[in-house]
């Protein structure tokens, strides 16, 4: 009789498409809400967009329970105004220890401490840098989660951050991670056709096209992609960021 080993992988991929378009004067966010695991949807409504910052908001696919683990590590760091304390992971015990301060000192508020000290808040730019340090930290055993970090600089311009697993990460004018990125990258590069970093003098990286056009463009790569990719569907989450402030739109996918 064949002896059996036991395959047991500690990541799973849920599957699902992230986008972010940068323009002059705007970002956009987009993912999908399909979570799966293999050929089973553990959820049809499940967001893949966080806030980290006011201007700074981030997409992720891949290992969800990873994502969740690095949201709340930038959580702890950054996040816009909760309450974090300092703590470790005890590999002995296997869980989170929050470090308590001598009489009742107060818990820090880490933004607040960031504005303190440069009278601002945490930029697009700077997160996109926190989050870099964050992921090459893990990168022994890293997070298994594939990003997108858009918003808007210190200049009011649209910006763009596209990752790999160990925090190695580029600025660019529009990018797209997860189940269906080789579908739509593709349809991307034919329709914004990025300059090349190598040009001199540089370029700016952010997409000629309106916000109304970039929107409809974000939608229509989401349709394509949904008709090829059985990870990508259900619906549809557009976050929007100018100077204005941010919105959020939905519109509906296939269900199958």
């Not at 599957?15 to 705007?26: H, L, N």
């Not at 989450?237 to 959020?248: D, F, K, P, Q």
């Not at 739109?249 to 199958?256: A, H, P, S, T, W």
């Amino acid at each position: 009789m064949t002896k059996q080993h036991a395959n047991w992988s500690p990541y799973d991929n849920n599957g699902g498409s992230v986008v972010a378009i940068a323009g002059a004067d705007y970002c956009v966010v987009a993912a999908d809400t399909r979570m799966s695991t293999g050929y089973s949807i553990l959820t049809r409504g499940y967001s893949k967009i966080s806030k980290l910052a006011d201007k700074a908001y981030m997409a992720s696919s891949g290992f969800q329970a990873d994502v969740k683990a690095l949201q709340k590590h930038l959580w702890w760091w950054d996040v816009g105004g909760h309450e974090v304390a300092i703590g470790f992971f005890d590999t002995k015990k296997l869980e989170y220890v929050m470090l308590l301060y001598p009489d009742d000192m107060p818990i820090y508020h880490f933004p607040q401490i960031y504005q303190h000290q440069h009278n601002k808040q945490m930029s697009c730019p700077a997160m996109a840098q926190l989050l870099s340090n964050t992921l090459y930290f893990k990168r022994f055993f890293p997070y298994y989660a594939f990003n997108v970090l858009g918003g808007l600089d210190t200049e009011g311009k649209g910006c763009v951050f596209t990752y790999d697993a160990v925090g190695s990460y580029e600025r660019v004018g529009y990018s797209a991670q997860g189940s269906g990125s080789t579908l739509i990258m593709p349809f991307l590069d034919n329709q914004l056709k990025s300059p090349s970093p190598l040009l001199l003098p540089a370029v700016d990286a952010v997409t000629p096209l309106s916000e109304g056009e970039a929107i409809d463009l974000v939608k229509t790569v989401f349709a394509s992609a949904t008709e090829r990719d059985i990870y990508t569907g259900d619906r549809l989450e557009i976050t929007v960021l100018n100077a204005n402030g941010t919105r959020t739109e939905f519109m509906e996918l296939r269900k199958d």
